[in-house]
């Protein structure tokens, strides 16, 4: 578990630096990001550097049992929220334009899950945090597969 979780939040930390990017054989022009403008592909690549920060406290805080931290964490990948952030009207036009509709849906589904987590790190529920944490874990996954196929394949 701890192996794919490292690989998963690698793999966020490597979409972000590269804005996306990834290379495959059929050539980086392929992941879909690289039709972002700059300016959206610097939003991205915060929110998945801030996801990738807390995921690292997450997994980590789990290990402990320190719900405290959890809910902190989670706080803060709700927050990464790129819809809150300085996003205009335009900039979410061309995210659905270039990404689709069912990113952005995506998108604030991973971030429902984010006040799930806080929720449930309040109410000290180890077991329903772990199973949050795991349904965003793959929830992650499922996206990059979708978004980002060229990215490596996880253990």
Do not use: W
Not at 17 to 29: D, H, K, R, Y
Not at 76 to 102: N, S
Not at 141 to 153: L, R
Request: glycine share 8%; aromatic share 6%.
């Amino acid at each position: 578990m701890k192996r794919k979780i490292a690989a998963l939040i690698f793999l966020g930390a490597g979409l972000a630096v590269t804005g996306g990017a990834v290379l495959s054989n059929s050539g980086p022009e392929d992941a879909p990001a690289l039709e972002l403008s700059d300016h959206m592909r610097g939003f991205l690549k915060d929110e998945m550097l801030q996801l990738a920060v807390a995921g690292r406290g997450i997994e980590k805080a789990l290990a402990a049992e320190d719900h405290a931290s959890v809910q902190e964490f989670a706080s803060h990948m709700d927050k990464a929220f790129i819809m809150q952030q300085e996003v205009t009207t335009m900039d979410l036009r061309e995210l659905e334009l270039v990404l689709g509709e069912e990113f952005v849906e995506r998108d604030k589904e991973f971030h429902a899950m984010a006040r799930a987590l806080e929720a449930a790190a309040k109410a000290e529920d180890i077991v329903g945090e772990r199973k949050i944490f795991g349904d965003m874990l793959r929830a992650c996954a499922a996206c990059h597969q979708d978004y980002a196929p060229e990215a490596p394949v996880l253990e």
